[in-house]
């Protein structure tokens, strides 16, 4: 009676002491986590590329993997290129963007009255646009850094994947413990792989529709804010709002027409809600079990500890950490928080027992 009291005491001390390490090792965990979740993403193209038929023949799965490796990397060189290159751009336009901001303000000062407009004018007088520009440039560096590191990580993995998948199970001091291993590996590596598999696909619509746009109206940036699109649709709930509002500023700002913004507007929010709403649940089929309410629970939380790329990874950490702990007795009752239902069975179970 006495035990149950004292197990759930130290759980507090335990969760503080993981958050302290996921705070304080960011700048090493963050490209760990990311390669992670490229390496699922791998392993979900190694299953499409298998069902691949050539002349009547599926691929072998060393070409199989061949293939995924050479995309994801390839793709990850590509979002490098494409930030390299943006920099100078968005260094170079910032400039006018403040006059053009300046020019608004003086448009819209019979709408929100000349007091507010004098303010918002001198702050955009009074901003530090140098400072703007090499914060930027820091984050593109640092960004660059990272997407090497995570390929020179994938690329050593990939090779390594089936070492891993064995090894892993073998960490257990039993053979109950081995099969609970290989049981929680195989259900985060499914759910995380429907996840990956789905956004990224669908992302990848939605970013190839909004460069096609962008481009077609000539606005600022257009590779860049496409990135940005496929980027913002890994994040649950409130992605989609970044990934029209930032474009749609930017063309309210660049033209003196309202025309590039309404396309971008209802040209791109049409077809992005109609890829968001159709496609992706068509797509997604079996449900991940999450509450939404803990979804976006999980998007601050790891937002606050890793910024932008926590908010990128919420939804997959918190895979992650519902199956896990639906496998610790002492940890249960947070994959039960996590779930849309608070049943944690397996898929099977939960459709023989309906």
Not at 34 to 57: E, M, P
Not at 86 to 104: D, G, H, I
């Amino acid at each position: 009676m006495d035990s149950k009291p004292e197990y759930r005491a130290s759980l507090p001390i335990w969760l503080t002491t993981m958050i302290a390490a996921i705070w304080f090792g960011r700048d090493f965990l963050i490209p760990l986590a990311i390669t992670g979740l490229l390496f699922i993403l791998s392993s979900a193209l190694v299953d499409r590329f298998k069902q691949i038929k050539i002349l009547g023949r599926s691929l072998p799965g060393w070409l199989a993997h061949v293939l995924s490796a050479t995309t994801v990397i390839g793709a990850i060189l590509a979002f490098g290129l494409i930030v390299s290159s943006s920099a100078e751009e968005v260094e170079e336009a910032l400039p006018k963007y403040q006059e053009r901001l300046t020019a608004l303000a003086d448009q819209i000062e019979g709408f929100l009255g000349p007091r507010l407009v004098e303010s918002a004018k001198g702050a955009f007088a009074e901003a530090d646009m140098g400072g703007w520009v090499a914060a930027l440039a820091s984050e593109f560096t640092g960004a660059l850094s990272m997407f090497a590191l995570v390929a020179l990580y994938l690329a050593f993995l990939v090779t390594e994947r089936v070492a891993w998948t064995e090894k892993l199970p073998r960490l257990a001091s039993s053979e109950t413990e081995t099969q609970r291993v290989r049981k929680i590996i195989k259900r985060t590596a499914d759910g995380v792989k429907q996840y990956m598999w789905v956004n990224a696909v669908t992302s990848a619509m939605s970013g190839v529709v909004a460069f096609l746009i962008f481009s077609w109206i000539d606005l600022d940036f257009a590779a860049l804010l496409a990135l940005i699109v496929f980027a913002a649709g890994f994040i649950p709930n409130i992605g989609a709002f970044i990934a029209i509002t930032l474009p749609s500023l930017v063309a309210l700002i660049q033209f003196d027409d309202l025309t590039p913004f309404l396309i971008v507007l209802f040209g791109y929010g049409l077809a992005d809600q109609f890829i968001s709403n159709v496609i992706q649940p068509s797509m997604q089929g079996r449900s991940l079990n999450l509450s939404t309410f803990m979804v976006m629970v999980s998007l601050t939380f790891w937002a606050t500890l890793w910024g932008g790329i926590g908010a990128f990874l919420a939804v997959p950490m918190m895979v992650v950490t519902m199956v896990i702990c639906a496998e610790l007795p002492g940890a249960r009752w947070i994959a039960v928080l996590l779930s849309s239902d608070g049943l944690l069975d397996d898929p099977e179970d939960r459709s023989s027992t309906s």
